[in-house]
């Protein structure tokens, strides 16, 4: 009797080569056991309430809130890609647009994921949306993250549909063809979206008049720090897609995209990263020498508390800005992989630093004369929820590279991003 | 009725750090009893805190500092953020609101008051057996996972408002007084109306003596804080001296 090898060949796109089964499995066990410890801790943070946490009534918000606007930011790649493929017609980087929009999806519905723990009153989320306070940046965060997440679900589709055995069914077939016209549509959408939600999520914290440390003017009822995400947002986002793409081509050992594709999301990322430093640069001199001091703040004072001394500052604007901008422009690091890769890495680097610096380091400051710096140290349930949603990407993304065709695949001439 | 401002004045020479409007406060708004809560995760809508000027020996003097909210008038900070509407000024009396019915619990109040004023509900509310039966009915318990502050006692403001209104007349300042101000041993603490020149508060207010913690935010917080002890008045101004807390009150 011939032995049974339980296999998913079927569901595996013509043509294209996978590891076996059984491997993929044990790839994916280590991830579903972090992802399950991740869904206990975070069902013990809505079960019990946020005492769960290491958060109090100073460090009101955490180790979350830092995440997710970095998750967000690095998960700018998703519309930024699209903006650039469908408004400005690069289809030179249509190779990256799907496994673009998986990242995306990945990051943002893991964000939005962790915003539903991190709030009190989870069940209450759609007050936002009821009682809307026009003037709150979180309002337009609520709102713009919510449909772009709904615009990311819709580009998704179209790349489940095109799974080998989904595409056998005639309805999700037609459906898939009817919602593969709408993408250039949903990619503007998602741009003009993203645009705001991305600005909004820097004047979260520019705003705050009561915190002088990420207090900016700006222009009109924008502060600088708006402007500044939108920008550190789309310098990084093709950066980080080159990591993705660099990971997964190391762990299967395939290639997936040309090497122009990457030379193309370099020059990109460091012009953008580029301007981004100067941007920064000039918010920094006018905060240390006008917004500041007129708020009654010393700003260097600011950054008199270890370890957030000015090293963080020399840190986030030369060291993971300037230095990884130069690498990424620099015609030769293009041909050197390696060197391709630390610089994408040190630029994402450099922008999580930015989101740690406004969402803890302005909360560990003290404002009043006799406040102290204070610390905090997130709590396990805190660590784990967040591990969990790395390991909700990785498994996302591995069943999407599995089985979805987010590269293209042989069997499959009709690209997704293509036509 | 015309529209009141009310706000305080509190003579820190006058303070003890005894507490009492700290435990006042706690009874008047039902404050849950926590033995789990610590001094970053308590309740304490008003809080007394014990700061010095840092020196040591003969030199050395220290000042207690009744925090609660200042119901900034200006650019409110906690009111521009709230995505839900759950905190406003009142236009008629000044007080800021926070409506916990409404909060999504989100914390961005909190991270945006500079007086670090507000409180998030970190457990469940609970008391020890019997102890209900002190609460005040006047006052709903508010509930895990949102956000509470002084609102100035606002059931003694209904109550207040109901009186001049069956009276057909307006609030008499002796029937709104607020818990902290009642209890206070030394009358440090005064109350007023702000929008009312003859009121003893507004003119307490404007004496070279009183200052404003923050006040160069441009919030326009409506408690004032009053010391003949220039390096207390220093505080006003952030970076002016050198002080440290000692301890929370």
């Given amino acids: ?419 | 009725m015309s529209a009141a401002r009310y706000g305080m004045v509190i003579d820190l020479d006058r303070c003890t750090g005894c507490g009492s409007c700290m435990v006042a406060c706690a009874s008047e708004n039902n404050i849950p009893a926590l033995p789990q809560a610590t001094a970053r995760t308590g309740l304490t809508p008003m809080l007394v805190r014990r700061v010095s000027n840092s020196k040591q020996g003969s030199e050395r003097r220290e000042a207690f500092f009744p925090i609660m909210c200042m119901h900034c008038e200006h650019e409110t900070p906690c009111v521009k953020v709230c995505p839900q509407q759950a905190v406003e000024v009142d236009k008629a009396t000044g007080v800021v609101m926070q409506m916990p019915q409404r909060c999504l619990g989100c914390r961005y109040c909190m991270t945006a008051c500079p007086y670090h004023a507000r409180y998030f509900n970190w457990w469940d509310p609970s008391w020890p057996a019997g102890m209900e039966k002190s609460l005040n009915p006047g006052v709903s318990s508010r509930m895990r996972g949102v956000v509470e502050k002084c609102n100035l006692c606002h059931a003694r403001l209904h109550s207040a408002m109901e009186k001049a209104a069956a009276g057909k007349r307006e609030i008499d300042a002796a029937d709104y007084i607020p818990a902290c101000v009642e209890a206070c041993p030394t009358g440090a603490i005064q109350f007023g109306n702000l929008a009312d020149a003859n009121d003893p508060v507004t003119k307490e207010s404007k004496s070279p003596e009183s200052f404003r913690l923050l006040a160069r935010l441009g919030t326009e917080p409506k408690v004032y804080y009053k010391s003949k002890e220039a390096w207390v008045r220093a505080l006003a101004e952030p970076n002016a001296a050198p002080a440290s807390e000692v301890q929370h009150g």
């Fill in chain 1, 1 to 419: 009797m011939a032995s049974t090898v339980l296999t998913d060949r079927r569901w595996i796109a013509r043509g294209e080569e996978r590891t076996s089964l059984s491997r993929f499995l044990l790839w994916l066990t280590p991830w579903t056991v972090l992802l399950a410890i991740g869904v206990y801790a975070a069902a013990l943070c809505l079960w019990y309430g946020l005492n769960q946490t290491n958060m109090d009534n100073r460090f009101a918000f955490g180790l979350w809130i830092f995440l997710d606007l970095g998750i967000i930011a690095l998960g700018a790649g998703a519309f930024f890609t699209g903006f650039l493929v469908y408004i400005l017609k690069r289809s030179e980087l249509k190779p990256i647009l799907n496994t673009a929009v998986v990242v995306g999806f990945i990051c943002y519905s893991g964000a939005v994921a962790i915003l539903m723990i991190d709030v009190g009153q989870p069940l209450r989320a759609w007050f936002t949306f009821w009682h809307p306070n026009t003037h709150s940046m979180l309002t337009e965060v609520t709102f713009c993250i919510s449909c772009y997440l709904l615009v990311l679900s819709l580009e998704y589709l179209p790349i489940l549909f095109r799974n080998r055995q989904l595409r056998k069914v005639p309805s999700l077939f037609v459906f898939e063809r009817q919602l593969h016209m709408l993408v250039p549509v949903l990619a503007a959408i998602g741009t003009l979206l993203s645009f705001f939600h991305q600005g909004s999520l820097g004047g979260l914290y520019g705003v705050l008049r009561g915190r002088p440390f990420a207090f900016r003017t700006g222009i009109l009822i924008w502060p600088s720090t708006f402007f500044l995400f939108i920008l550190s947002a789309i310098a990084s986002g093709p950066s980080f897609l080159m990591l993705v793409t660099a990971t997964v081509e190391k762990v299967t050992g395939r290639r997936l995209v040309p090497q122009d594709v990457f030379r193309r999301l370099a020059f990109i990322s460091g012009l953008l990263l580029a301007i981004y430093v100067a941007a920064k640069s000039i918010d920094t001199l006018v905060w240390l020498n006008v917004t500041s001091p007129s708020a009654g703040f010393a700003p260097w004072q600011f950054y008199a508390h270890k370890p957030f001394g000015t090293p963080i500052l020399f840190g986030e604007i030369v060291l993971f800005g300037l230095l990884p901008a130069s690498l990424l422009l620099y015609r030769k690091t293009a041909n050197h992989q390696g060197l391709l890769l630390t610089a994408a890495a040190m630029a994402c680097s450099g922008i999580l630093l930015n989101r740690f610096v406004l969402t803890v380091q302005t909360l560990a400051l003290p404002t009043l004369p006799f406040d102290e710096f204070l610390s905090y140290m997130p709590s396990w349930q805190e660590i784990a929820s967040f591990g969990g949603v790395i390991a909700y990407g990785v498994i996302v993304y591995s069943l999407s590279y599995r089985y979805l065709p987010l590269f293209g695949s042989k069997g499959d001439a009709s690209h997704v991003s293509g036509n």
